[in-house]
């Protein structure tokens, strides 16, 4: 999750959000994640569509919308809060409607906070095409923390994959993706591309490769489901600078669908990510 403060309140000592803004991490710039606005307390934001949000070159994969999601929902929860706190993800949920196709064109999601204590948040979102069909939903909860100094990025010197290509090519520029074994375990090295404002690997991100590495495990067992829903839980952070191992198991796979669990773990061993995948 990024996170700028716009028109702070004056003597509140509270978020308030009164202009359009962009997020602040490496992860929204590489997957085109732009501006986001609001419409009284809700944050509205768009998504162009292509085969950078693709493993297949045909359909957008529902987990590159994490990064996406995570900060349309975001900013509902962060805006009233103290300035002196900042917001960590600790579950994202996204569910597939329909089926949207690289060429869909812009995608709008319209973030709404549900629920907000002076401890944690919650707020959900829908995702409409162009002419206003629903094609997901998403929620997400959040807990504050204290806030720290925001990293300063340096987006001229991030590389960036070709638009005309797939996700892969769009997370590994220039050089193959991480090993991938048929049982759906890989190794990630968590770089600065892959890293949210705290330092850590972006949970938008880490969604996305719980969905690469479940799509894998079920692929290995010659079955063409795609992904119907993602839920992920953040138990500890996986600092950059660090090797995140993914581990699958699946659960159930049948004609019609299957259930893969992804456990996201530190270098150290302890899990930092709890992903649960349904395939349909």
Known sequence: MAHR???????GGVHRFDAPLNPDGVPEYFMGVAGIEFDGDDAIAVLQTGPWLSWDGREVALGSLGVFFDNVLAY???????????????QITIDALTPVGV????????????ARDEHSAFAAAKLVNAEGVPVAVASQRGRFVPRGDPLAYDYRSVA????SASLADLMWPGSDPPRLTGDGRAEVTVDSRLGNHMDSMHGGVSLLFAEWCAIAAVRARRSDLTTASIRIGYARPIPVGT?????TTVL?????????????????????????????
């Open 76 to 90: 509902p929860m962060i805006s009233g809060s103290s300035d002196q706190t900042a917001l960590v993800s600790t």
């Open 243 to 247: 090797t995140a191992t993914f581990e």
């Open 5 to 11: 403060d716009v028109g702070a309140g004056t003597g």
């Open 160 to 163: 960036v994959g070709a638009n």
């Open 252 to 280: 159930h796979l049948g004609r019609t669908s299957a259930n893969v669990s992804v456990l996201g773990r530190t270098e150290t061993g302890k899990c930092g990510v709890m992903a649960a995948v349904t395939l349909h």
């Open 103 to 114: 060429d869909a064109g812009a995608l709008t999601a319209r973030g709404v906070l549900l």
